[in-house]
């Protein structure tokens, strides 16, 4: 069986690392899986980059501008959303041609068009579809926040300046989607049974099998190692207790680091010691900005891309927390939880189904500080005992092999196996 894995980028973003591990799952679990990228960042042979040229850098501005003028040439959630206008068409490659099943992924920002999609489709080649977000069921955007269009039909946008008209950019899509649904035969993977709902809730995807399968993570590479040697390599005091916060931007507001800033200041309120014991790493662009906010002493890192010293910054901290405001199954969960360190998110998306409340971590009530700060108390005096559930749950539940075996299966039944 060969696999031909579709994403934007090899590495850049939580997609990305997502269907880069689930290759190598599907690698290490006996199947002759690749990848195809358009921005590849490694030497790796498995993984193909389309042919470079300046056609694809004007693909992806393209698309932008098109959405700019859109928004009468003002910024408004430029990157927020995509309408897929263009692309480039793979078909034609040979590692297309030799491939049993596509599957996509993240394939945005000029990677592949409704057209090529269509024509993908046309293939007649077996197609899973992996959903890291609500695109493929939303008219334009990644994440719908309040909106519930995409339920009947997308119009009137609220991502688009002005929040559109009914005839605007979010309809034309969706009913261009509405075309590609109806001319293919694609089975829908959600990386949670949050984002499974709403796909299934959706009218693009009435009709369409759509599961849930979790993210895959090496549980032999992301492992509990001696906390005060991680701290000695990342020069990190060895006398307090530390919470980690990470983020590509640390700013982006749906990351919600404005409701971590304020559960650490409730937390200086109600325990007035706490400044001398605790510490907070912040991990992500612009970390400086989002320190300068905190009671607590900070220790900044830019974007970590080093897998590596990933495991050693999970190993450092007593904490990981995740105060997202709207998120599908985030690799950074997983990636702490397999380290042995217990998280603090809130009820939101998929981190219910990664958290269990009181057993591995925190479940906070959603938007509320005050209820983080709880979380994070309690979380603080519990870490011992809930790090080691945290790693039983990630060996249990996101292991190669256990997603593998998921999506073999998957496979199989598409090619009537």
């Known amino acids: 069986m060969r696999v031909l894995i579709i994403n934007t980028?090899?590495?850049?973003?939580?997609?990305?690392?997502?269907?880069?591990?689930?290759?190598?799952?599907?690698?290490?679990?006996?199947?002759?899986?690749?990848?195809?990228?358009?921005?590849?960042?490694?030497?790796?042979?498995?993984?193909?980059?389309?042919?470079?040229?300046?056609?694809?850098?004007?693909?992806?501005?393209?698309?932008?501008?098109?959405?700019?003028?859109?928004?009468?040439?003002k910024r408004h959630n430029l990157f927020d959303v995509d309408i897929a206008n263009t692309g480039i068409d793979?078909?034609?490659?040979?590692?297309?041609?030799?491939?049993?099943?596509?599957?996509?992924?993240?394939?945005?920002?000029?990677?592949?068009?409704?057209?090529?999609?269509?024509?993908?489709?046309?293939?007649?080649?077996?197609?899973?579809?992996t959903m890291h977000d609500m695109w493929c069921f939303t008219g334009i955007c990644h994440y719908a926040d309040d909106c519930e269009k995409y339920r009947t039909e997308c119009s009137h946008c609220p991502k688009l300046y002005g929040k559109g008209r009914e005839h605007d950019m979010a309809q034309r899509v969706f009913r261009r989607k509405a075309t590609l649904m109806a001319e293919s035969d694609i089975r829908f993977v959600a990386c949670s049974r949050w984002l499974e709902q709403l796909a299934k809730s959706s009218t693009l995807l009435q009709g369409k099998r759509v599961t849930n399968i979790p993210n895959a993570i090496n549980t032999q590479f992301f492992h509990p190692h001696n906390k005060s040697e991680a701290r000695q390599r990342l020069n990190l005091p060895a006398d307090r207790k530390l919470i980690l916060f990470s983020s590509m931007k640390t700013t982006d507001k749906r990351k919600g680091v404005a409701y971590?800033?304020?559960?650490?200041?409730?937390?200086?309120?109600?325990?007035?010691?706490?400044?001398?014991?605790?510490?907070?790493?912040?991990?992500?662009?612009?970390a400086e900005e989002s320190a300068a906010l905190l009671p607590f002493p900070s220790y900044n890192m830019d974007f970590v891309s080093d897998e590596r010293r990933m495991?050693?910054?999970?190993?450092?901290?007593?904490?990981?927390?995740?105060?997202?405001?709207?998120?599908?199954?985030?690799?950074?969960i997983v990636e702490a939880m397999a380290c042995g360190t217990p998280c603090v998110g809130f009820n939101v998306g998929g981190i219910p189904q990664m958290i269990d409340h009181l057993h591995?971590?925190?479940?906070?009530?959603?938007?509320?500080?005050?209820?983080?700060?709880?979380?994070?108390?309690?979380?603080?005096?519990?870490?011992?005992?809930?790090?080691?559930a945290a790693r039983r749950k990630a060996e249990n539940c996101y292991s190669e092999a256990a997603v593998a075996r998921q999506y073999i299966k998957i496979y199989n039944d598409a090619l009537g196996q």
């Open 311 to 332: 495991v050693d910054i999970y190993n450092a901290v007593d904490l990981y927390v995740t105060p997202s405001l709207q998120d599908n199954l985030p690799n950074t």
């Open 260 to 286: 971590l800033i304020e559960a650490c200041r409730i937390l200086q309120r109600q325990y007035p010691d706490m400044d001398k014991r605790i510490g907070v790493v912040i991990m992500g662009k612009q």
């Open 90 to 129: 793979v078909t034609d490659l040979p590692e297309f041609k030799e491939a049993d099943i596509i599957h996509l992924h993240w394939i945005n920002q000029g990677m592949l068009s409704i057209n090529t999609l269509r024509k993908i489709a046309a293939s007649g080649k077996p197609m899973v579809w």
């Open 9 to 73: 980028s090899e590495k850049n973003g939580g997609a990305a690392i997502a269907a880069r591990r689930l290759m190598e799952a599907l690698r290490n679990n006996g199947v002759q899986a690749s990848m195809l990228v358009r921005d590849k960042q490694t030497d790796a042979a498995e993984v193909v980059e389309v042919n470079r040229s300046w056609l694809n850098v004007w693909r992806f501005i393209w698309e932008r501008i098109v959405i700019w003028k859109t928004n009468r040439f």
């Open 360 to 388: 591995n971590g925190y479940v906070a009530e959603y938007r509320s500080a005050a209820d983080l700060a709880n979380g994070i108390h309690w979380t603080l005096s519990e870490a011992d005992e809930l790090g080691e």
